[in-house]
């Protein structure tokens, strides 16, 4: 009887799948892993640079986990999964988008052998669940307090989120700037939430990285309207953004209009002037001497005659301004958008000390400086050699932006290098022993898992990793929780003192984002495919 009763048992303690769950799971896992290790050599600051090639023919050379997943074609359900990560994490907190999906890969790496082992599924994803809270708790133990008003620890985590990227080098002029640039924005009332839209990047080619600049006030990437040599500087300027059109109406139903003889063409022109002065005058006679006209689809926003007739009103004209920019122009300068002419009041309009076209590089740009009551927002003026630097620098100062908002919203910090993820590793594995069962093992996968994020700073330095992460475990084992992987010395040092932080949240959703991407693939046995 006990002969019989043996396999029952072993029947009831380990899962046996059936051979198609199964083979969808680890092609899923695969494809998944696929994708990791495709980005994994781009982690840390001797990370390598992708070049995509897009199909328009179009070349983007950049650092960037986000940018690199969302480029590329990932035909396979699962592997989309991660690029959907890497944009949560962009969203979440804006730095880490590669370490992200780095984690996540492992922790896959890792499912497949306890899958292999005969674990369900179900066991091993709530076991992730339980580790990753565990996780979140340990780093937060770890991380360090941090004031507002401490300008120079948050320029340091800037830097660090710049050290990693191709401009680099700019990182001492990048990082104090991005900092400024949120604070600027912080708002006393709410002093928990910055909006990165309230921080417009503005991109002009010519000069160098270095002529990169904070302007308070507005930068416009266009040319005054020269039509009839209109002013293009103005001082004490009273400013009006309008989004209706200073041009002839037009019939509301497509129709054509045959004129006979030339005395009813006059009048047709005759009556087009009176309407645009007409309408000039009724801007004129608010004292408004600058005017942003927003693009118009129906029809010209602007016309020649009209451009004539505001340049003899002494009025600078700003045309082709985008529908999307509205909202940011109104709030910088104080003023209210107006969408007709009989609405055209003087408590509508903003007020600045200098409206100016300056050259800049080959084109020209127009600037508005000394806003009267101006709102909470700032632009930055984004210099570089080519395309290539240009949008580079534009997606490395965007994370730098993000970074700083992290630290905004949640004032920690916590050491880089490598530290926390060892730290997590030696904690969760010391957890494991504690877990009981299937647990345990989970667990202790999940902890070995981490060890990728130093094993991959270490490998892509041309340092030999085996060495890097048996030394970093023998120092954490004695206390030294900030020790990490110092990749400019090449050696094993104390991160903090290095100044190579980042924020808390980074870590805590990479962490948390992640296992949640690896518990969700888990709990797929199918794909339904429908036509």
């Not at 091993?124 to 133990?141: C, E, G, N, R, W």
């Amino acid at each position: 009887m006990a002969a019989v009763s043996a396999p029952r048992s072993s029947k009831t303690e380990s899962y046996i799948d059936n051979k198609r769950k199964e083979d969808i799971r680890h092609a899923n896992i695969k494809a998944a892993c696929a994708v990791a290790d495709a980005i994994r050599t781009s982690l840390g600051p001797k990370g390598m640079d992708k070049m995509i090639s897009t199909a328009s023919g179009e070349v983007i050379i950049t650092n960037d986990g986000a940018t690199i997943v969302n480029k590329m074609e990932v035909l396979q359900p699962a592997a989309k999964m991660l690029v959907e990560l890497s944009k949560s994490q962009d969203t979440a907190a804006g730095d880490g988008t590669t370490t992200v999906v780095v984690i996540a890969g492992s922790l896959l790496k890792q499912c497949l052998t306890l899958l292999s082992s005969g674990i369900h599924p179900t066991v091993i994803s709530d076991s992730l669940h339980k580790a990753s809270i565990k996780a979140v708790d340990v780093l937060t133990a770890m991380a360090v307090p941090l004031e507002l008003t401490d300008r120079d620890s948050l320029i340091k985590s800037a830097s660090t989120s710049l050290n990693s990227k191709v401009v680099s080098q700019y990182s001492s002029l990048l990082a104090p700037l991005a900092v400024d640039a949120v604070l600027s924005v912080v708002d006393p009332a709410k002093p928990d939430l910055v909006d990165l839209r309230d921080i417009k990047i503005v991109k002009k080619l010519g000069g160098t990285v270095d002529d990169t600049e904070m302007v308070t006030g507005l930068v416009f990437d266009k040319k005054v309207s020269h039509a009839a040599g209109g002013p293009t500087r103005v001082e004490n300027a009273k400013i009006a953004v309008i989004q209706f059109q200073i041009s002839p109406p037009k019939t509301d139903i497509e129709q054509s209009i045959v004129v006979s003889d030339y005395v009813q063409m006059d009048r047709i022109l005759k009556e087009e002037r009176n309407y645009i002065l007409g309408m000039i005058k009724k801007i004129k006679a608010t004292g408004c001497n600058v005017l942003l006209i927003q693009k118009s689809i129906l029809r010209d926003a602007v016309t020649d005659l009209s451009l004539h007739y505001l340049a003899k009103a002494k009025i600078l004209v700003i045309k082709d301004v985008e529908r999307d920019e509205i909202e940011f122009i109104t709030k910088t300068l104080n003023c209210l958008p107006i969408a007709n002419i009989e609405h055209f009041k003087v408590e509508k309009l903003g007020y600045a000390d200098l409206v100016e076209e300056v050259s800049l590089g080959d084109g020209k740009i127009v600037k508005i400086t000394g806003i009267k009551d101006m709102g909470r927002t700032t632009t930055v003026l984004v210099r570089g050699s080519n395309h290539l630097v240009l949008d580079e620098a534009e997606r490395s100062l965007h994370d730098a932006l993000c970074v700083v908002r992290c630290l905004v919203s949640k004032r920690f910090l916590i050491a880089g290098g490598g530290a926390p993820e060892i730290e997590l590793s030696r904690q969760l594995g010391a957890w494991s022993k504690v877990l009981h069962g299937m647990e345990g093992y989970c667990v202790k996968s999940f902890a070995e898992a981490l060890e990728v994020i130093p094993y991959t700073l270490a490998e892509n330095a041309g340092l030999n990793p085996i060495t890097i992460v048996t030394e970093l475990r023998n120092r954490h084992a004695q206390g030294e929780i900030n020790t990490g992987i110092n990749v400019r010395k090449g050696q094993i040092t104390n991160i903090l003192e290095e100044n190579v932080v980042q924020p808390l949240l980074v870590s805590t959703s990479a962490m948390t984002l992640a296992t949640e991407c690896v518990r969700m693939l888990l709990k797929i046995d199918d794909i339904v495919t429908v036509r």
